[in-house]
């Protein structure tokens, strides 16, 4: 194999380390990102090795990634909890607190994660952060709110910008708008998370305050979080 810059191969190594925590018979959800894409390949080659499991996506993108990687997929509509679910993450704090969303699957990727009974998180180096908002935080809308969205988006202390590609606005896999959320450092995120959380119109946000149960940052760095 052609060698990886750094990062890439911390992803890889932080995806294959997760991969190996997959037993036989467990129901397993996949993430989206370039990381994941990392661990739906590894899973590929162990199911190609004998390995027995099925998967649920949280994504389209990653639905065909595994699919093509030969996973035994389910559609999650008909699930209720999956063992564990492994998933990247775009910032990464201390206390195993996240921002996700940069691949604007944040909504089903939350949903998935909260009928996990575990959550790995699979990172490079660079999304290890000491203070939540580094960058922005992606916030999903119904596009009927979309003014009122992001006027009260504002009003909350940040600068909302609708994510658009190629001159027109990316829409997630449900149709909702992405608005990236740019806050400067977050102080108070679980204050925050109840805020955006109790704005109607707003779908789903990137902060994942709870979900992460054991972080992987490249092959070595492992951390569990406290209970
Ligand atoms: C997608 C996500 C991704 O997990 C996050 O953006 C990290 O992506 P990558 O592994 O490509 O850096 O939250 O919605």
Sequence with gaps: MASLSPLIDQKRRAAEAAV???????LVG?????????????????????????????????????VAAGIAM???????????????????D???????????????????????????CIIDDSKRVSQLGRGPLPVEVLPFA???????????GCEPVLRVRAGAPVLSDQGNLLIDCRFGPIDAPAALADQLAALPGVMGHGLFLREIDFLFCGGELRQERDR
């Design 74 to 92: 389910l559609d999650f509509a008909d699930v209720a909890a999956v063992d564990l679910v492994i998933d990247g993450a775009d910032e990464v």
């Design 20 to 26: 190996a925590e997959i037993e036989p018979g467990m």
């Design 94 to 120: 201390p206390a195993l607190r996240a921002i996700k969303g940069a691949g604007g699957a944040l909504l089903r990727e939350k949903i998935v994660a909260e009928s996990a009974g575990r959550m790995l």
């Design 30 to 66: 996949l993430g989206t990102g370039s990381t994941a894409a990392f661990a739906i390949a590894a899973l590929g080659r162990r199911v190609a090795g004998g390995l027995a499991v099925r998967a649920v996506a949280t994504s389209l993108a990653t639905e065909a990634a595994a």
């Design 146 to 156: 979309r003014r009122f969205v992001t006027d009260r988006l504002a009003a909350l």
